[in-house]
Antibody
Framework: QVQLQESGPGLVKPSETLTLTCGVSGYSISSGYFWGWIRQPPGKGLEWIGT???????YYNPSLKSRVTMSVDTSRNQFSLQLTSVTAADTAVYYC????????????WGQGTLVTVSS | EILMTQSPATLSVSPGERATLSCRASQSVSSNLAWYQQKPGQAPRVLIYGASTRATGIPARFSGSGSGTEFTLTISSLQSEDFAVYYCQQYNNWPALTFGGGTKVEIK
């Protein structure tokens, strides 16, 4: 059974870079699958951030593309998200998830981690 | 970007009753639509993909229909554990995946 777990700082200062990691258990990332990040501002809906496929295929939300970098670390069986120049609008619960085998819906998801952007 | 609009924003239903949730796309997404359920403090979980295929382990009381721009999620007989927020997601327009704003199903 695949399980995902997000980790990273819960507080980031404005203009700095948000970095999160998603640890994967029960499946080897190097074996395939696409992996994604989705976020949810407090009390609001879901926003897809991007999707990565080992080793270096990345696909980003056009609205965030200039600030987002995603990568995969097969040695640690995890993938990561970097979001630069953050503002208060980036405050959200960030989820990592596995994309379905043949299409772009997501299952399963990690439990999510709240990142607050504040000085 | 394809805009996904869900209605109503809140649906008040009594246990045992049927709930019908709508999702409209600003342009055709074919059958490339998924539905998710999210309970407070939890991550979303997929219920339906391909507009009408139930995901593994999802009870038969959940059904999805529609294609093109109009989609429906029906919960045939609401159970206590079904009170949650439901989101639709289109995956026809790649790489620009978008979600609807959600419908909250609450106890009447």
């Amino acid at each position: 059974q695949v399980q995902l777990q997000e980790s990273g700082p819960g507080l980031v200062k404005p203009s700095e870079t948000l970095t999160l990691t998603c640890g994967v258990s029960g499946y080897s990332i190097s074996s395939g699958y696409f992996w994604g990040w989705i976020r949810q501002p407090p009390g609001k809906g879901l926003e897809w951030i991007g999707t990565v496929y080992h080793p270096d295929n990345t696909y980003y939300n056009p609205s965030l593309k200039s600030r987002v970098t995603m990568s995969v670390d097969t040695s640690r069986n995890q993938f990561s998200l970097q979001l630069t120049s953050v503002t208060a609008a980036d405050t959200a619960v960030y989820y990592c998830a596995r994309r379905a085998t043949t299409n772009n819906w997501f299952d399963p998801w990690g439990q999510g981690t709240l990142v607050t952007v504040s000085s | 970007e394809i805009l996904m609009t869900q209605s109503p924003a809140t649906l008040s239903v009594s246990p045992g009753e049927r709930a019908t949730l709508s999702c409209r796309a600003s342009q055709s997404v074919s059958s490339n639509l998924a539905w998710y359920q999210q309970k407070p403090g939890q991550a979303p979980r997929v219920l339906i993909y391909g507009a009408s295929t139930r995901a593994t382990g999802i009870p038969a009381r959940f059904s999805g229909s529609g294609s093109g721009t109009e989609f429906t999620l029906t919960i045939s007989s609401l159970q206590s554990e079904d009170f949650a927020v439901y989101y639709c997601q289109q995956y026809n327009n790649w790489p620009a995946l978008t979600f609807g704003g959600g419908t909250k199903v609450e106890i009447k």
